[in-house]
């Protein structure tokens, strides 16, 4: 299968900076990234959905301004927490969506990256 | 009521045990189905998609209701391997966006 993959794997910060992570598909161009987060025990939930060159869609209840999301490229989207704090901590995870092509056969299909294990001291 | 619902579990059962789960879904506008496999502190890994006529893969046989807006999923024989969280996922028609079950944990024991 595709590629996904997330920088950095794990993050421990301090109360009020900002964490940068990043999402990239290493094999194919994807259409559509997606930012998830997920509490320990809990399912994923979606944050936003951002489309190469236009502004991120968020979910309703995050903040957009929190939670920063820049898609520059088709294989590349980063989301920064701003000010971070520890009720932010969580496990975040990228899914990336595009056309995977094998063989003479093509499919659409999303691919989730490692996931980037966030703490908030 | 939630988009996605699953009963979490756990299901403790013997290897060599067959175990299914059901997942429901409110949004009978949905189009796409799917079961995502989950081991602890990792990302979800695609298990199988799940079409109109039921599909199955090896140990693995997905099934959707579309009157009932329920999915399956059943796993014959089972592996200590096969220990992990099954989440299933619904997509509509808006953004085709995945919306998460909250999985079900699945325990094989020897």
């Known amino acids: 299968g595709a590629v996904v993959s997330q920088h950095p794997s794990r993050v421990i910060c301090k109360s009020g900076t900002s964490v940068k992570i990043e999402c990239r598909s290493l094999?194919?161009?994807?259409?559509?990234m997606f930012w998830y987060r997920q509490f320990p025990k809990k399912s994923l939930m979606l944050m936003a959905t951002?489309?190469?060159?236009?502004?991120?869609?968020?979910e309703q209840g995050v903040e957009k301004d929190k939670f920063l999301i820049n898609h520059a490229s088709l294989t590349l989207s980063t989301l920064t927490v701003t000010s971070a704090h520890p009720e932010d901590s969580s496990f975040y995870i990228c899914?990336?969506?595009?056309?995977?092509?094998?063989?003479?056969?093509?499919?659409?299909?999303?691919?989730f990256g490692p996931g980037t294990r966030l703490t908030v001291l | 009521r939630k988009e996605v619902e699953q009963d979490p579990g756990p299901f403790n059962v013997p290897e060599g045990a067959t175990v299914a789960f059901n997942c429901t879904y409110s949004?009978?506008?949905?189009?796409?189905f799917f079961w995502y496999r989950q081991d602890c502190r990792k990302e979800p890994k695609l298990l199988m998609s799940?079409?109109?006529s039921g599909n199955e893969d090896g140990r693995f046989t997905a099934q959707l209701n579309r009157a009932s807006q329920y999915i399956s999923l059943l796993i014959r024989d089972s592996k200590l391997s096969d220990s992990a969280t099954y989440l299933c996922?619904?997509?509509?028609?808006?953004?085709?966006?995945?919306?998460f079950g909250a999985g079900t944990i699945l325990r094989v024991k020897s």
């Open positions: 899914s990336a969506r595009g056309i995977i092509f094998s063989g003479l056969s093509s499919y659409n299909e999303q691919f």
């Open positions: 094999d194919f161009q994807a259409t559509t």
């Open positions: 951002s489309n190469e060159g236009s502004k991120a869609t968020y």
């Open positions: 949004n009978s506008a949905s189009q796409s």
């Open positions: 799940v079409y109109s």
């Open positions: 996922a619904v997509a509509g028609v808006v953004g085709n966006k995945l919306v």
